[in-house]
């Protein structure tokens, strides 16, 4: 068990719908990472915050968006969702706020766009 | 072209082989090479890190690399049933995010 904890772990839904996904780091860790990873593209880096402010940000779709809160936890809001949007979400901390050398990752969250 | 190349296999040893893994790539400015291990259905996990050029030895695992020829592996020896998974390199140029090769999926053979 990384110490991630990301909800739900699955999540079916159709075109045009939002989705909000959720992740608690681990203990401590100020920095947060969303990842999304899908057969095509690999592991993708989306965007990262620290404490409470965006750090880094990937080839995140404009449809995309995220934040974190006071208590750490991050979301990731997904709106007018396609097809293509199916994938794994990944979440990971770590207590860096530049060099990610140790970043624990949760188990995931199953999109599936129908 | 993809900043980070990594053979996606499969690649398929019998128990006790000794595996070698690679990723090459293309931005010079990577100073953090990290391998992760990734079960089905599972988070990437962290087996190891490894800063500028050199080699790294964490029990049965090696990690190595190769500034000059933008070239990183990952050795394991005396491979197990239990390595099967898929193996994702990733790197770090300071940035905060870190940037992973496809994956490479490994399947070890009684």
């Known amino acids: 068990d990384s110490g991630v904890t990301q909800t739900p772990k699955h999540l079916i839904t159709a075109t045009g719908q939002r989705v909000t996904l959720r992740c608690s780091p681990r203990?401590?860790?100020?920095?947060v990472y969303w990842y999304q990873q899908s057969l095509d593209q690999g592991l993708q880096f989306l965007i990262q915050?620290?404490?409470?402010?965006?750090?880094a940000k990937g080839n995140i779709l404009e449809r995309f968006s995220a934040q974190q809160f006071p208590d750490l936890h991050s979301e990731l809001n997904l709106s007018s969702l396609e097809l293509g949007d199916s994938a794994l979400y990944f979440c990971?901390?770590?207590?860096?706020?530049?060099?990610?050398?140790?970043?624990?990752f949760g188990q995931g969250t199953r999109l599936t766009v129908v | 072209q993809k900043e980070v190349e990594q053979d996606p296999g499969p690649l398929s040893v019998p128990e006790g082989a000794i595996v070698s893994l690679n990723c090459t790539y293309s931005?010079?400015?990577?100073?953090?090479f990290m391998w992760y291990r990734q079960y089905s259905r599972k988070g990437p996990e962290l087996l190891m890190y490894?800063?500028?050029?050199g080699n790294k030895e964490d029990g049965r695992f090696t990690a190595q690399v190769d500034k000059s020829s933008k070239y990183i592996s990952l050795f394991i020896r005396d491979s197990q049933p239990s390595d099967s998974a898929t193996y994702l390199c990733?790197?770090?140029?300071?940035?905060?995010?870190?940037?992973f090769g496809q994956g490479t999926e490994l399947s070890v053979k009684p």
């Open positions: 990733a790197m770090d140029n300071q940035g905060g995010k870190l940037i």
């Open positions: 931005n010079s400015a990577f100073q953090y």
């Open positions: 490894t800063y500028s050029s």
């Open positions: 990971a901390s770590s207590d860096s706020v530049d060099v990610n050398t140790e970043a624990f």
């Open positions: 203990s401590g860790d100020l920095s």
């Open positions: 915050y620290y404490n409470g402010e965006e750090r």
